[in-house]
């Protein structure tokens, strides 16, 4: 039975395309049982906003290409040229890459490896992962794990959030002991928002225009909301801040964040801007005491790190090749067990056969010399007929 990957993914097709062919978890079931039925032996579906991948074992990957454009009613002549299908080998090391972060658009991201473990769960609750796809996705989660255990693939910050949290680790011994101010609710303020609640500070404030969506932010990362318009009567009480925001004005100038300092008798505020046009005014940066970043400081130390992260692809790539490797070699020798299976009945079968013509001649009185000899003659023509056939076809 053959192995293969079909799919497509943020390299070979763009959102408008990707967006088409996204499989929704309320019918990802559904889709991996029309799969089996049809298709394939064994089946699971990876589905994310940067890929989407059919593992299959089975035969027809022609067929499950139109299976795929027929499903999502896409042109199957539209669909065709974004999608990439491997077989055997490839999509074992294909895998591989794909759960290790070598494959994503942020290289080493983790966020990939959950969401092939969600697909293999998926496929096995759904009664679609075999002995084959069940081996693969465990190998590729082992393999993963070795990746990030003895490389740097995932050790460096490559995001906007992550590099705030990282940066203000450097100003601060330890940020369980500060106060946290995040100002605006937006995406790239929940993605901080995020980071920064994993590091468990003292207190965390959410500060917003609309007190009702910063309360729903503050209540998912166990914060508290506040207005905005309060902020110069509390700025004082924080020791990090990071703004982002669609203010077309500066939020806090110079003026008001002197006034904090006052209060907090010169403790060091840490500061982060992340929007543009900026919510802290650039003279900020010439107090004493401030650390300011803006979002063009930050690019500056994301770009590093992913720089850091690439440098680790080629350790990881030795590592995949070795395992799929060893792969191949479970696969080829699985494969193998059928044919052994079937050299054993045909030889227990000979066996057998000869035996009983034996005993039926040393009762007519032959002598026993004779027809061991002829068994044994006998026996081993018949054991080495069909390896040695095998080995006079062309090419062998």
């Not at 490389?151 to 910050?157: D, N, P, Q």
Request: some cysteine; charged content about 25%.
């Amino acid at each position: 039975m053959a192995l293969y990957t079909l799919g497509l993914n943020h390299q070979t097709a763009p959102l408008a395309v990707r967006e088409r062919v996204v499989f929704h978890v309320e019918r990802l079931r559904e889709a991996l049982a029309e799969l089996k039925r049809s298709l394939a032996q064994e089946a699971a579906i990876l589905s994310t906003c940067n890929r989407t991948e059919l593992y299959v074992s089975g035969e027809e990957p022609a067929a499950l290409a139109q299976w795929l454009a027929r499903y999502h009613r896409v042109p199957a002549d539209e669909l065709q040229r974004y999608l990439y299908t491997l077989p055997r080998e490839q999509a074992v090391r294909h895998a591989f890459r794909v759960a290790s972060g070598l494959d994503s658009m942020v290289v080493g991201e983790p966020q990939i490896l959950g969401q092939m473990k969600e697909a293999a769960r998926t496929a096995e609750s759904a009664g679609t992962l075999g002995t084959l796809l069940h081996r693969l996705f465990q190998r590729s989660f082992a393999v993963a794990k070795e990746v990030r255990s003895t490389t740097h693939i995932g050790a460096a910050s490559v995001s906007m959030a992550a590099a705030a949290v990282k940066l203000a680790a450097r100003i601060f011994p330890s940020l369980k002991d500060q106060s946290v101010l995040l100002i605006g609710a937006g995406e790239m303020i929940e993605l901080v928002a995020t980071h920064f609640a994993a590091q468990a500070p003292a207190r965390m404030a959410v500060a917003n225009r609309t007190l009702e969506r910063g309360q729903r932010l503050a209540h998912r990362v166990n914060a508290h909301a506040i207005e905005l318009r309060t902020l110069a009567e509390q700025l004082h009480e924080y020791d990090v801040v990071v703004s982002s925001t669609a203010s077309s004005l500066p939020i806090l100038g110079k003026g008001l964040v002197e006034r904090a300092l006052r209060a907090r008798r010169r403790r060091p505020i840490f500061m982060v801007d992340l929007a543009v046009p900026r919510d802290i005014e650039p003279e900020v940066a010439e107090l004493d005491d401030i650390f300011l970043y803006t979002v063009d400081d930050l690019a500056t130390i994301v770009s590093a790190n992913l720089d850091q992260r690439r440098s680790a692809v080629v350790q990881a790539e030795v590592i995949i090749e070795a395992q799929v490797g060893q792969f191949m070699y479970w696969m080829e020798s699985r494969e193998s067990v059928p044919a052994i299976v079937a050299l054993r009945h045909q030889a227990e079968e000979a066996r057998r056969a000869e035996l009983e013509r034996a005993l039926r001649l040393l009762e007519r009185g032959e002598a026993p010399a004779q027809v061991m000899e002829r068994l044994s003659q006998t026996l081993t023509n018949k054991l080495l007929h069909a390896p040695t056939q095998a080995l006079k076809k062309p090419g062998k």
